[in-house]
């Protein structure tokens, strides 16, 4: 049992984390969220030349080595900066799926293309009625001889706009339920019929709701086998989502060091407010919440490093454990920053508004409770 | 990084796992596994095969008496042994004053007192809260009086655990001087409960059990000898004791033990009835603990890991000592609800003949022992109030980890 990081994995931390500070100031996130991709490309550019974007894949794939203790490094380094750029959406979500299914060499050679930041994916696979179900699927892609016909709405896609190329999960056959009949095909968004409504996310991010209208696509644009998408899908779900739990362990060490510096400054009543006993106890409920949390992600860190990235049990602990911790820590920052806590010129919300996100994106903290408890029987 | 045994921790594990087997009564695991009371002899009965096995003493450092195991091995060790149902070892001598005398007493004082509390042959109890002292310890009143070569003590010790069966007593008494601030005050000394002008009176607790006391001390004379470190000093041994009393009081090992049965009983339906396990709310309760504790395991590590890399069980054990007893007292509660009605009776410890006689087998109220949850949820709102209550944990993660 060893809790130290490698030499590999301490260069990597210092890596992501002097990005943060030296190049990454909430002045300078707000100037890259408001560019019209949603983020700054020479950021994505530097990433791509540090290597970042290669961590979460095999060297088979062109990768470096996909640990799962590597990718918590960098998400958590990359949610103290509240950083925009489409690390999760691009690179852990749809490549991270795409490096699942990956079969031929027309996905290899896109793969390689987004390690090296040129090329952006965004994958759809949520739809309305579908919430937290992985498997509720209505989209259709109807079989022919050489192409796939799609019909249907995915909702709430993720770097949508910017993306080269989609990820479209559809239904190939069976019930709109059924785990099975469900097939992974890539989709150019120029393509005929594809209808991107794009929108900001309150999060600081960019998404999309698209609609399919009989978009033809050749059968090579398939990815893995036919009806057989779900595996892959819900392990790169369940890797994505502890992901952002490793993203949210980032935001709270920082919401909870920076409440605890503003009330050592900002005097009331002719005194500090860190000297006052109900607020005090706040913070240090706010650290255990904090140590709580990280500690869950950790778990699931080493589980899925010890069985070959599947650890259903252990993510979804993780994600009830930071979910609980992120409500508390961000609702109690914003408390005990004041007035200032709900305004947007200050981090603390834009920290809050994450936070909040993440609670309710991969499944609720009680979908992931409810999950590890039939997990469990 | 990795959650991994070596392969030596793995053969470790297995030789803890069939010592266990072999010498553990079975009598006194299926106690311990029912959430049911030792006597003292059971206790040092199981204390002395420790001791023969040369295991009594993990955090010993290894020249007084401990095994010089790895971080890793410790918790494969305390965790093996609470699966196992293994009782704990009662921890004033061996956790609390034994460190205190290997790190501060003199060769005289190791030599007399150490040997006798890795043998359990004596039991010793712990002399801290007073009435009017307890999260602020160091108002306490007793008073300690030099005269030539013996200390007058005299004052009134509450809340003692077990002192009805102790042998000695380690205690806090102030020098009467009152220009001393109170932590410059206080003398760590040894008193042996049988000397003169010792009183013990018992309190009950609200599970109907004699397990806490009053000490009346009435000018107690003992041998300045019995003095520990040096006059006044007492007050920075006291503290190095309760950061050791509080990682104690995590008992990971113990309610993982505690969830599993707990699991395994509700996951069983009455005959004739349902399962407690389907329950969806119940079952949400259970997830939810379980992630706690699992989180809490980790924590745990990761200060263990801490301390073995050259750190000190810093402030952080106070996160174990506040979610330990969180934790521990929730499973206390959901043991009360998963015995339903029966939670009622108040028949304790129906299954000790020694304290019971009023309840031979034969006419056992309930299937198991249901009818002890109550009692012990009672019992156990203790947790959160000594070894400093979890609010006196909160001032000092404030003060000593945020620096408020």
């Not at chain 2, 602020?136 to 809340?159: E, F, R």
């Not at chain 2, 002008?197 to 009053?214: A, F, H, T, Y």
């Not at chain 2, 520990?228 to 920075?236: A, D, M, R």
Request: charged residues 20%; contains cysteine.
């Amino acid at each position: 049992m060893n809790f130290s990081f490698s030499d590999e994995q301490r260069m990597l931390c210092d890596s992501v984390s002097r990005f943060v500070k030296q190049q990454y100031s909430f002045d300078q996130r707000e100037v890259a969220r408001q560019k019209e991709a949603g983020f700054d490309d020479k950021n994505w550019a530097l990433f791509a030349e540090l290597g970042w974007l290669m961590v979460p894949f095999s060297e088979k794939a062109g990768g470096l080595s996909g640990k799962a203790a590597d990718v918590m490094i960098v998400m958590e380094e990359l949610g103290k900066g509240l950083v925009v750029e489409p690390y999760f959406a691009n690179t852990l979500l749809a490549g991270k799926l795409i490096s699942e299914l990956s079969s031929n060499s027309n996905s290899n050679a896109m793969l390689e293309n987004m390690m090296a930041g040129e090329y952006q994916f965004s994958l759809a696979y949520c739809e309305p009625q579908s919430r937290y179900d992985l498997a509720n699927i209505s989209t259709q892609a109807e079989v022919f001889d050489n192409e796939f016909v799609l019909n249907g709405h995915k909702s709430v896609v993720l770097n949508a706009a910017m993306a080269d190329m989609l990820v479209v999960i559809a239904r190939t056959s069976s019930f709109q339920t059924d785990k099975n009949g469900l097939s992974a095909i890539l989709v150019d968004p120029q393509s005929p019929g594809v209808d991107i409504r794009c929108y900001p996310t309150v999060d600081g991010f960019q998404a999309a709701d698209i609609y399919f209208s009989n978009v033809t696509v050749a059968k090579s644009s398939l990815l893995g086998n036919l009806d057989d998408a779900f595996p892959a899908l819900e392990k790169t779900v369940d890797f994505a989502t502890f992901g952002v739990c490793a993203e949210a362990i980032g935001m709270m060490e920082m919401l909870y060091k920076k409440t605890v510096e503003y009330t050592k400054e900002r005097q009331q009543f002719g005194k500090p407010l860190a000297s006052f006993q109900a607020l005090q106890h706040r913070m240090a409920d706010m650290f255990i919440e904090y140590e709580q949390a990280k500690s869950a992600v950790l778990m699931a860190a080493m589980e899925l490093d010890s069985t070959q990235g599947f650890a259903p049990k252990e993510v979804s602990a993780a994600k009830s454990r930071v979910g609980k911790a992120a409500r508390l820590i961000g609702q109690e920052a914003v408390q005990l920053h004041g007035g200032m806590g709900v305004t947007d010129e200050l981090d603390i919300g834009h920290y809050f508004k994450r936070l909040t996100a993440i609670q309710f994106v991969l499944g609720s903290t009680d979908f992931h409770t409810q999950r590890y408890a039939s997990l469990c029987r | 990084m990795n959650n991994q045994f070596t392969d030596q921790e793995l053969a470790f594990r297995d030789e803890v796992r069939n010592f266990l087997k072999v010498s553990l009564p079975k009598t006194t695991s299926e106690r311990v596994l029912n959430g049911l009371r030792l006597t003292k002899e059971q206790r040092v009965q199981w204390q002395k095969v420790l001791y023969d096995k040369g295991w009594i003493a993990p955090n010993w450092p290894v020249e007084f008496g401990g095994t010089g195991w790895s971080a890793t091995q410790k918790y494969l060790f305390e965790h093996e042994c609470a699966a196992a149902g293994a009782p704990e070892v009662i921890a004033f001598g061996l956790k609390m004053v034994g460190p205190v005398i290997y790190t501060y007493g003199t060769e005289q004082q190791k030599k007399r007192f150490l040997p006798d509390i890795l043998k359990s042959d004596v039991w010793w109890c712990q002399g801290f809260s007073e009435a009017a002292a307890g999260s602020d310890l160091a108002s306490l009143q007793t008073t300690a009086t030099l005269d030539g070569d013996n200390y007058i003590v005299s004052g009134t010790k509450t809340w003692t655990t077990y002192a009805q069966h102790a042998d000695w007593i380690f205690c806090l008494a102030r020098s009467p001087d009152r220009s001393l601030k109170n932590q410059q005050a206080i003398n760590f000394l040894l008193i042996k409960m049988d000397t003169l002008g010792i009183k013990v009176s018992p309190i009950m607790m609200l599970d109907g059990q004699r397990e806490i006391n009053e000490v009346h001390f009435d000018n107690v004379v003992v041998p300045a000898e019995n003095l520990i470190g040096e006059p006044n000093k007492g007050w920075s041994y006291a503290k190095m004791l309760l950061t050791h009393e509080r990682t104690n009081i995590a008992k990971v090992a113990i309610s993982k033990t505690r969830l599993k049965n707990l699991r395994k009983m509700a996951s069983e339906p009455p005959k004739g009835g349902v399962a407690l396990i389907d329950d969806h709310a119940f079952a949400l309760k259970l997830a939810e603990l379980e992630i706690e504790l699992r989180s809490l395991e980790y924590t745990e590590m990761r200060t263990l890991a801490a301390v073995s890399s050259g750190g000190a069980p810093g402030p952080e054990s106070s996160i174990l000592k506040i979610k330990g007893t969180e934790v521990a007292q929730f499973i206390d509660e959901l043991y009360v609800e998963a015995a339903g009605y029966y939670c009622l009776p108040f028949v304790n410890d129906q299954f000790h003949s020694d304290t019971n006689a009023e309840f031979p087998r034969e006419h056992h109220i309930g299937q198991g022992s249901e009818t002890d949850r109550a009692p012990w949820y009672f019992n156990n709102r203790k947790a959160s109030i000594y070894g400093g209550s979890n609010e006196v944990q909160k001032v000092i993660i404030c003060k000593s980890v945020l620096g408020l």
